[in-house]
């Protein structure tokens, strides 16, 4: 889509919301976009040469770009003080025909109806007998203001006397390039809050102006029960994951062999790659080849321990904006409502870091029968925080799919079998460090010598731990080995000194339990001598063993 159409499009679009007869006066020039400047905004040049005293009103459109390709298009109606916009009009042509014959020059008169007018560094404005040429500004006292003749880079001086300012009535913004999360860059969306600020947030509407089918390619309209399983495997293999024990054929069926509910819990050990099996999995669905290239269908949604009911997830009206909050998940809803051929994919990060059963509710009891979300009980559509309406009733559409991640220790709270029923669930408990270290090599060749150095401590001490269900996962295995590597490239230690140095740092501390691991701690000692900050630290936990009955290495 070119510009002129874009900017076609937004014109519509807000002469349609502001319900004017006329589109909106154009500012969009190429070197005419609007710009910040000290004080305010400019917001462009506009012809205001023949605006006819009966217009109900006048609006300006323009546009403010933002790296690397992010456009603000907005529009600035003026109506109630459509008088004061006219009588500026009207005094800038008087003030410009003060000098005849000669309108290129400085404003000097005594005339005592003309007000002396002064901008930094103290010059007089100059003015012109034509307003085929007006420059717009928009200061941060919330007021439009106007010259037809030369520019202001700063709005910070006294303005008396360039009167009257004209105060807006509604500012409408669209965002471009369009996505299906109508999520931008943080200088497009802090300018909007800007705006909000200067004008007053009750002024500010967003509109959704292109459609994001544009975005969407081919790959990112097929469903996951569509594509071989064989090839959802090699892509997140090429995206990095490690799954040997089928991990990924099970999360596939779970997540796909009912065609109305799409939900499943990823269970197990910290650091196993519960999370980024599920990043990855949308990212293989999706088409995508890299863990860094933008997927406007892939939403994470990190659950807070203060949630107690849904509005964390299906949002909440709030009455100090007069809009409807949209949060990650309901944002996720909506893009799914929207594009009906696509998956969209929602991860619930650390799920049980609050109740379940006290935010999830509303949810569950949509997926069990099938019935719409509750969100707000207006009878019209609210305006959403992302700039999309918001219905009272809202079904979960069958193109969503919900990921849970939990971790099993005493930070979280227990998951009820009201949500387990409703879920597949997968632990991923299992864990292969000398595979893992062989892809990691293979992935990263410069590794080789960190892997072949840790590879037969760490599987000796991985191997005791697990038999007592106190294993540690993937995330801590490559962090020690960039450890290692990171030591031999700076510090230069011996390997045997490093390797001892990380089984306390990143491994021995998740020790914890009673007499029953006993055993594992004399085990333990043996495949630690040779390494003495870790042998001194089991001895410390079997001294705690013997004199309270129960160890905890972090304590």
């Known amino acids: 889509m070119n510009l002129s159409d874009r900017q076609k499009l937004f014109l519509d679009a807000a002469q349609s919301h502001f319900g004017t007869v006329k589109p909106p006066r154009e500012l969009f020039g190429v070197s005419n976009s609007a710009k910040i400047i000290e004080g305010g905004i400019q917001l462009g040049i506009v012809n205001l040469a023949n605006v006819r005293d009966d217009a109900e009103g006048i609006a300006f459109a323009c546009v403010m770009r933002f790296p690397p390709e992010d456009e603000v298009y907005f529009s600035v109606l003026i109506k109630k003080d459509k008088a004061k916009l006219l009588l500026r009009i009207a005094d800038m042509k008087r003030l410009g025909a003060a000098i005849p014959g000669d309108n290129s020059d400085v404003v000097e008169t005594n005339d005592e109806d003309l007000i002396s007018q002064t901008e930094p560094p103290g010059t007089s404005i100059k003015y012109n007998t034509n307003n085929n040429n007006v420059a717009i500004y928009l200061g941060r006292d919330g007021k439009l203001w106007m010259r037809n003749k030369g520019f202001w880079d700063s709005l910070d001086f006294d303005r008396t006397g360039i009167e009257p300012p004209i105060a807006p009535d509604q500012i409408v913004v669209a965002l471009y390039p369009p996505t299906a999360s109508a999520r931008r860059s943080l200088l497009a969306r802090e300018f909007i809050g800007w705006l909000g600020t200067m004008v007053g947030q009750e002024k500010i509407h967003e509109l959704i102006v292109w459609t994001d089918a544009v975005t969407l390619g081919t790959a990112m309209q097929r469903m996951p029960s569509a ?57 293989a669905i999706h088409g995508l080849t890299t863990n860094s290239a933008a997927d406007p269908l892939l939403f994470e949604c990190p659950v807070r321990p203060e949630w107690t009911d849904p509005s964390g997830l299906t949002g909440y009206y709030d009455v100090l904006t007069n809009r409807y909050v949209v949060p990650t998940f309901l944002e996720a809803v909506l893009v799914a409502t929207a594009h009906r051929s696509s998956p969209v994919f929602v991860i619930l990060d650390e799920m049980n870091l609050a109740r379940v059963e006290y935010y999830l509710s509303d949810v569950l009891s949509s997926i069990e029968t099938q019935s719409a979300l509750q969100l707000h009980s207006n009878g019209v559509p609210l305006e959403g925080t992302t700039g999309t309406s918001v219905r009272a009733e809202l079904p979960l559409p069958p193109n969503l799919f919900i990921i849970g991640t939990i971790n099993v220790d005493e930070t979280t709270n227990p998951v009820s079998d009201k949500v387990l029923d409703r879920a597949s669930v997968i632990d991923m408990s299992t864990v292969d460090v000398l595979g893992f270290l062989a892809s990691l090599e293979a992935r990263h060749p410069e590794l080789e010598l960190a892997c072949a150095a840790i590879a037969p401590k760490l599987t000796e001490i991985h191997g005791l731990m697990q038999l007592h269900g106190l294993g540690f996962g993937y995330r801590v295995i490559e962090e020690m080995v960039r450890y290692h590597n990171f030591d031999a490239l700076h510090i230069h230690s011996t390997a045997s000194d490093v390797t001892d140095q990380l089984l306390v740092q990143k491994v021995l501390v998740k020790l914890r339990g009673a007499e029953k691991q006993r055993s594992l701690l004399n085990s333990l000692e043996k495949a630690c001598n040779g390494l003495p900050r870790s042998e001194i630290y089991v001895q410390r936990l079997l001294s705690d063993l013997e004199d309270f009955g129960s160890f905890q290495a972090m304590r």
């Not at 089928?246 to 499943?264: D, I, Q």
Request: proline share 4%; charged share 15%; net charge positive.
């Open 227 to 283: 594509i071989p399983v064989a090839d959802i495997e090699a892509a997140i293999a090429q995206l990095g994951g490690h799954y040997p024990n089928g991990e990924v054929r099970r999360f596939h069926a779970a997540l796909n062999f009912l065609s109305h509910k799409h939900f499943v819990i990823l269970s197990g050990l910290s650091g196993t790659g519960k999370t980024q099996l599920a990043l990855k999995y949308a990212r």
